[in-house]
């Protein structure tokens, strides 16, 4: 009898577990994340299609053509020798915040050793989650990363809670916020996954029935 327990047990603790791991993640799509949607005529632009914020305030920031440097010899997005302010370039999606779901922005950073421009060997980022309220970017995470010349991903996490549910999603990154470097960091294939919390009604099935075979082998 003691052993059927155990069996019945082990069999709720497989179904839960099967439920916790279908809860994979899934992409939702940035404007171009890539920073390949434009065309540079002549080395260098000071937007983006789809980002907010470049090349405010004493940032000197934008797009690289494929002769500076991107990932595969693509374009990539570019801070240039900016130790005044950090703002954040920044793109606001159409998706909203789902209580429980855990997003996870990630971005490729690095300084090629191919770029040419002035610096003096910082490679800094700052990764951000958020949502605007009116005019103001509202962090809910953010991740100070420090990189090399070569490149690397990093990312930032967030689970949304009920007080961010229903907002709009705001990506970001910029400069890590260190007014003593005066930094150069590219970045590249930006990119936003979502894992849903499991439905707590599911998560209520599978317990039941397997709490229901486990009386029906008593």
């Known amino acids: 009898m003691a052993r059927r327990n155990l069996l019945g047990l082990a069999l709720v603790s497989v179904a839960v577990l099967a439920v916790a791991v279908s809860a994979s993640a899934s992409i939702i799509p940035l404007t171009n994340g890539n920073f390949e949607t434009d065309f540079i005529a002549h080395g260098y632009s000071y937007t983006a299609t789809g ?53 996870t922005f990630s971005i490729d950073m690095a300084l090629p050793p191919a ?18 309220n009116g005019s103001s970017l509202v962090t809910l995470a953010s991740q100070d990363v420090v990189g090399t010349t070569s490149w690397q991903n990093f990312n930032v996490q967030y689970t949304a809670t009920a007080a961010a549910a229903g907002k709009q999603i705001v990506v970001g990154f910029g400069k890590l916020e260190n007014p003593s470097w005066t930094n150069s960091s590219d970045f590249d294939n930006a990119n936003l996954e979502v894992t849903a919390a499991p439905e707590p009604a599911t998560m209520s099935l599978v317990v039941l029935g397997g709490l229901a075979m486990l009386k029906r082998r008593k």
């Open 115 to 132: 770029v040419t421009y002035t610096n003096d060997g910082h490679v800094g980022g700052r990764l951000v989650l958020g949502y605007m």
């Open 51 to 103: 980002w907010n914020g470049f090349n405010l305030g004493d940032a000197a920031s934008g797009t690289w053509d494929t002769a500076n440097g991107g990932q595969a010899g693509g374009n990539c997005a570019a801070w240039i020798t900016d130790w005044h302010d950090s703002p954040i370039v920044s793109q606001q999606l159409s998706a909203t915040y789902v209580a429980g779901s855990v997003y």
